[in-house]
């Protein structure tokens, strides 16, 4: 069965590549981009020169550090649509650590096809549709990630069917796996997700969710994890965003469990100053996805203000404290850092 579905989605792959670079759609465009994010983390609490296990972008401390450097080349038609990126920086060395061989490098790598004006069919290694948060800073409120932000699939791979309906739209996700691009020895490891969006005026609406196996453990069960977020935007230079996630999965014949809101905002002052904040709580007292043996418990903020130098390039200072909180041996830490993100973007069209 495993060998099938191997040689089935090799088979879509290939016909979606033949038939996305040889369309005659009349209206097409070609572009290369690059998206860099450097940063340098002072730790206020202490010579931490690696963040918490559980943070995994800008985790390194004391030191001017590449948290993103990618590079990508994107195809669209009226019907085909496809993108390739590759990519280096501790993002890429902490969230592909598991990926096999080119898979370590690789950002996203996908072709999709239209066959009716409302169906999308995409397969490929695409971001993940669980939660608010990019792996782009420049795309998100804050310049650091929320703690289940880091500890949720940024990317995934697999075949997505996606229909929109004017404001709404559904799409239904076959997945190899809970953040996996490569395929190893073992075969793929199945899993499906779901997504419903909606947009209502000043409120979009994203519920979302992962139904399957997160690892070849044998003492694993099934991983259910769901995501409720919302957008509001009252005005255009005000938004506002707050999501909650729950999960639960069979670990050790443990019923393990994750419970975690976040609420995050942005004001833009004027055209170049931007006050951002965030409020997160983590709460993962079994170890369902913070693998360590006393889990994690959490509450954390985040306040910062950005200044966008050019329309591609946006410095951002930022003040996030963590703090966690254990029952084990009754030991508490504080995570405090103080963050400078210099961000930017590059692009040009060719053709």
């Given at each position: 069965?495993?060998?099938f ?11 979606s590549?033949?038939g ?8 097409t465009?070609l ?19 690696i963040?918490?296990?559980?943070l995994v ?9 590449i948290?993103?450097?990618?590079s990508?080349v ?6 085909w ?14 969230n ?12 996203s790598l ?24 990019s792996?782009v800073?420049m ?5 650091s990630?929320s ?19 004017g ?9 190899n ?6 395929i ?8 499906m ?5 909606t947009?209502?005026?000043e ?34 230079d ?5 999501s909650?996630d729950?999960g639960?999965q ?7 469990f ?9 004001w833009k002052?004027n ?15 079994h170890g369902?996805?913070?693998g ?16 966008k ?18 029952d ?10 103080l963050?400078?993100h210099?961000?930017?973007?590059i692009?040009?069209?060719?053709m």
């Amino acid at each position: 069965m495993i060998h099938f579905m191997k040689k089935y989605a090799a088979f879509i792959l290939a016909c979606s590549i033949h038939g996305f670079l040889f369309s005659q759609d009349s209206v097409t465009k070609l572009q290369i981009a690059v998206r860099g994010e450097g940063y340098f983390n002072v730790s206020t609490g202490g010579k931490q020169e690696i963040a918490r296990t559980f943070l995994v972008s800008h985790n390194s401390n004391n030191i001017p550090s590449i948290n993103l450097l990618m590079s990508t080349v994107s195809y669209q038609s009226k019907q085909w649509q496809g993108e390739l990126s590759g990519l280096i920086g501790t993002y890429a060395e902490q969230n592909l650590a598991h990926e096999i061989g080119p898979f370590k490098n690789i950002g996203s790598l996908w072709v999709a096809n239209k066959p009716m004006s409302q169906i999308e069919i995409l397969v490929g290694v695409y971001p993940s549709h669980i939660g608010l948060e990019s792996p782009v800073s420049m795309d998100c409120l804050n310049p650091s990630r929320s703690i289940v932000a880091d500890n949720t699939p940024y990317y995934q791979s697999g075949i997505r069917f996606r229909h929109e309906m004017g404001d709404d739209a559904i799409a239904l996700h076959f997945l190899n796996g809970w953040q996996r691009s490569s395929i190893d020895s073992m075969g793929i490891i199945p899993a499906m997700g779901y997504e419903y969006t909606t947009k209502r005026n000043e409120v979009n609406v994203r519920v979302s969710g992962f139904v399957g196996s997160a690892t070849h453990q044998e003492n694993e069960g099934i991983r259910y994890y769901q995501h409720i977020g919302l957008t509001y935007q009252p005005r255009v230079d005000l938004s506002i965003a707050g999501s909650i996630d729950l999960g639960y999965q069979l670990k050790n014949d443990m019923r393990t469990f994750v419970i975690a809101p976040v609420i995050m905002g942005q004001w833009k002052m004027n055209e170049s100053l931007i006050i951002n904040g965030r409020v997160e709580y983590y709460h993962d007292p079994h170890g369902m996805i913070i693998g360590n043996a006393s889990g994690l418990s959490a509450i954390g903020y985040s306040m910062g203000i950005d200044w966008k130098a050019m329309s591609d390039i946006l410095l951002r200072c930022e003040y996030r404290s963590v703090k966690e909180m254990r029952d084990v041996m009754n030991t508490r830490n504080d995570y405090p850092v103080l963050g400078l993100h210099l961000q930017w973007f590059i692009a040009k069209d060719l053709m």
